[in-house]
């Protein structure tokens, strides 16, 4: 099993910065992927940004050129420094794990993050 816990969702104006964080605690060794989601009331989770154990990187296009996602694997943590917010990057965000072990994905409790015009 994997637990995840985020941190770091807030309000923010238009252009400004945020970074969400999130550490991952318990069968870390099955950990293949980490990434982040957003869901918007209504609907579907879409996928933010992934980074997998090899560092590759995949971003939404909406987010590409804006946001960043790294890890420390000192501290098996995934970060999303979000950058130029748009209102239009308002929901709430989840941590995603892929792993190499049934149940095969793990999320986190959400952080909402707000940006206003």
């Known amino acids: 099993q994997v637990q995840l816990v985020e941190s770091g969702g807030g309000l923010v104006q238009a252009g400004e910065s945020l970074r969400l964080s999130c550490a991952a605690s318990g069968s870390i060794s099955s950990i293949r992927t980490m990434g982040w989601y957003r869901q918007l009331p209504g609907k579907q989770r879409e996928l933010v940004a992934v980074i997998t154990s090899t560092g590759s990187t995949n971003f939404v296009d909406s987010v590409k050129g804006r946001f960043t996602i790294s890890t420390d694997n000192t501290k098996n943590a995934v970060y999303l420094q979000m950058n130029s917010l748009k209102p239009e990057d308002t929901a709430v965000y989840y941590c995603?794990?892929?792993?190499?072990?049934?149940?095969?994905?793990?999320w986190g409790q959400g952080t909402q993050v707000t940006v206003s015009s």
């Open positions: 995603h794990v892929g792993a190499s072990m049934f149940p095969f994905q793990y």
